[in-house]
């Protein structure tokens, strides 16, 4: 059975983009465009490996990390949070509130390769 990732990002393209990268690497990709529909994607079906965005409507990406985090099994994911965001402080937060690992944008396929293998999931 192929690991899940869901990729949450409020650009449609960006979401494709590394739903595809995901696609190669045989996960099965589902897509969330913003952080409440992400966690109403987690509620019903918890993914391994989540993407997140930092900068979203609706809900934003740390405020969505929050709120998996409390979710019952929303430990499990590893969640690697995506910004263009280079403060030290804003990724400091980010890991402090639960995420796994950080990237920044832009990267390739190679840097997600990386990302996983530190995280545990390749």
């Known amino acids: 059975m192929s690991a899940k990732c869901l990729v949450v990002d409020d650009s449609t393209t960006i979401r494709k983009v590394i739903g595809r990268m995901f696609e190669k690497m045989d996960f099965e990709v589902r897509?969330?465009?913003n952080g409440q529909v992400a966690l109403e994607s987690?509620?019903?079906s918890m993914p391994e490996v989540i993407m997140l965005d930092w900068n979203m409507p609706v809900m934003s990406g740390i405020d969505f990390l929050r709120e998996l985090r409390k979710t019952p099994g929303?430990?499990?994911p590893k969640?690697?949070?995506c910004t263009t965001e280079n403060e030290f402080e804003a990724i400091q937060t980010a890991m402090s509130e639960g995420a796994n690992e950080y990237i920044m944008k832009p990267f390739n396929e190679e840097i997600i390769k990386e990302k996983l293998?530190?995280?545990g999931v390749l």
């Open 31 to 33: 897509e969330a465009e």
């Open 42 to 44: 987690c509620l019903i």
């Open 74 to 76: 929303g430990d499990a």
């Open 79 to 81: 969640v690697i949070l």
């Open 117 to 119: 293998e530190i995280v």
